[in-house]
T-cell receptor
């Protein structure tokens, strides 16, 4: 079945540092890929998405490229701010059933 | 434009009781899905409703049931509550077209004691 794997553990970094969160997936066919962000006490907000191989999703300085050859969709941001502190979830949606499979999420803490 | 609204925001129930959670989708969306998010975990798909019928179901027991109304709003019902049902329950709406992004509500925090 479909599954998403995110790198283990929280990520703690200083303001203006470079952020990378790894995400790999297993799916049949050609899924759509998403990054969602969850701020404390809130639901999930769509951060960016990509629907086909080599697409790059981007929003608010975050980027992720759909890599079919490595089945990856790593999230990057060049200079993080304290306000980027949140939990980030990688997810995929199978074109056949339109339901989301999520990774376990990564807590990101940005220190001033 | 209102997004997805869920009620109530918090709920405390006793083991064995039944609970109903409610969701109004984003304007223009016709498909509603429910997810369970245990503490420290990613959301898990419960089921999806479209045209007032359950179209897909995840790996959840029959104690979990739902309904979609003609105005696209939805309810999630859980019977015979267990301690393990304590979680954040998220409602998400979208268009039926595969690959569409979901819009999530802020969730209902259910605590079973």
């Amino acid at each position: 079945g479909n599954s998403v794997t995110q790198m283990e553990g929280p990520v703690t970094l200083s303001e203006e540092a470079f952020l990378t969160i790894n995400c790999t997936y297993t799916a049949t066919g050609y899924p759509s890929l998403f990054w969602y962000v969850q701020y404390p006490g809130e639901g999930l907000q769509l951060l960016l998405k990509a629907t086909k191989a080599d697409d790059k999703g981007s929003n608010k300085g975050f980027e992720a490229t759909y890599r079919k050859e490595t089945t990856s969709f790593h999230l990057e941001k060049g200079s993080v701010q304290v306000s980027d502190s949140a939990v980030y979830f990688c997810a995929l949606s199978d074109r056949g059933n339109n339901r989301l499979a999520f990774g376990k999420g990564n807590q990101v803490v940005v220190i001033p | 434009d209102a997004g997805v609204t869920q009620s109530p925001t918090h709920l405390i129930k006793t083991r064995g009781q039944q609970v109903t959670l409610r969701c109004s989708p984003k304007s223009g969306h016709d498909t509603v899905s429910w997810y369970q998010q245990a503490l420290g975990q990613g959301p898990q798909f419960i089921f999806q409703y479209y045209e007032e019928e359950e179209r897909q179901r995840g790996n959840f027991p029959d104690r979990f049931s739902g309904h979609q109304f003609p105005n696209y709003s939805s309810e999630l019902n859980v019977n015979a509550l267990l301690l393990g049902d304590s979680a954040l329950y998220l409602c998400a709406s979208s268009l039926k077209t595969p690959g569409q992004a979901y819009t999530f509500g802020s969730g209902t925090r259910l605590t079973v004691v």
